[in-house]
């Protein structure tokens, strides 16, 4: 890990890491949700209004698969949060192996659309979104986000 030293003294004291773990169940979404927004506050992170509201909302889309897709092979999931001088990173962890793909828009479907409305609403907010996988053999989704919006063209 390379490590960043800012000028003028200490990083500010908002940044860090935080990780919490929840079972793959309907209700973690909401709990998982309501977990990255206190934090923010009692953090003090200095994030947009629309920042946090697009956070919450690729938070709530990625618990949901999480707990839809993965929860026979993955009962826990992991949530981490981190916090640099000017971006936010969210990221959900589970044990299963299948690596989803961002779904074109069918707008016969009523689902399936989650990780394609994560990726727009990184990429509006000049961010990052991105499926990894994990040395245990299962995935990660992020998404990192400036904490000020994107200027509007």
């Known amino acids: ?15 860090g890491v935080w990780r919490f773990t929840a079972p ?16 923010l506050l009692r953090q003090g992170v200095p994030v947009a209004d629309e920042v946090v509201q697009g956070l919450l909302l690729i938070v709530s889309e990625l ?6 897709h993965a929860a026979l092979l993955s009962p826990v999931l992991g949530v981490e949060v981190a ?4 971006w936010i990173r969210v990221s ?4 299963h192996p299948y690596r989803p793909t961002a779904l074109e828009t069918d707008h016969a479907r009523t689902g399936g659309r989650g990780l394609l409305l ?7 907010a000049g961010g990052a979104c991105e499926v990894e996988h994990t040395v245990t053999g299962g995935k990660v989704v992020w998404a990192t986000l400036p904490l000020k919006p994107a200027p509007r063209p």
Request: net charge negative.
């Open 1 to 15: 890990m390379v490590t960043v030293e800012r000028e003028g003294g200490d990083p500010p004291p908002y940044e």
């Open 24 to 39: 793959a169940v309907d209700a973690s979404v909401p709990q998982a949700r309501h977990a990255v927004r206190d934090l």
């Open 63 to 68: 618990v949901t698969n999480a707990v839809r």
């Open 83 to 86: 916090v640099g001088a000017e």
């Open 92 to 95: 959900v962890e589970d044990n």
């Open 118 to 124: 994560v990726r727009e609403i990184t990429r509006e």
